[in-house]
């Protein structure tokens, strides 16, 4: 049974930055790109980044303007955003993923969503 437990959110003020983990059981991490959507109240879910199997391709959402960055360590199965210059727009629950290879998208055989990490960024 594949577990999903995402951590790392918080409140934080407009400029600061946060870094998100999300750690994954019962499924060989290794072999699956990897990535971060963002979902709001009443919106739909929204990829935020991507990243291969082997970390030599990322995809990031055109709106971070290089703000995020993703990275994986394959060894500890666990996904990681380093978020800076957190802007208010970049409030969201957050949640880790199986992408779609070569887009930005979850994978559409991917059902083992977390309960999410939840940012919150004030002015």
């Known amino acids: 049974q594949v577990q999903v437990v995402e951590s790392g959110g918080g409140l934080v003020q407009a400029g600061g930055s946060l870094r998100l983990s999300c750690t994954v059981s019962g499924l060989s991490f290794d072999r699956y790109p990897m990535g971060w959507f963002r979902q709001t109240p009443g919106k739909k879910r929204l990829g935020v980044s991507c990243v291969s199997r082997t970390s030599d391709t990322v995809y990031y959402d055109d709106s971070l303007k290089g703000r995020f960055t993703i990275s994986r360590d394959n060894a500890k199965s666990t996904l990681y955003l380093q978020m800076n210059s957190l802007e208010v727009e970049d409030t969201a629950m957050y949640y880790c993923?199986?992408?779609?290879?070569?887009?930005?998208?979850?994978?559409?055989?991917?059902?083992?969503w977390g309960q999410g990490t939840l940012v919150h960024v004030s002015s």
């Open positions: 993923a199986q992408c779609r290879p070569g887009w930005l998208e979850v994978s559409e055989t991917f059902n083992a």
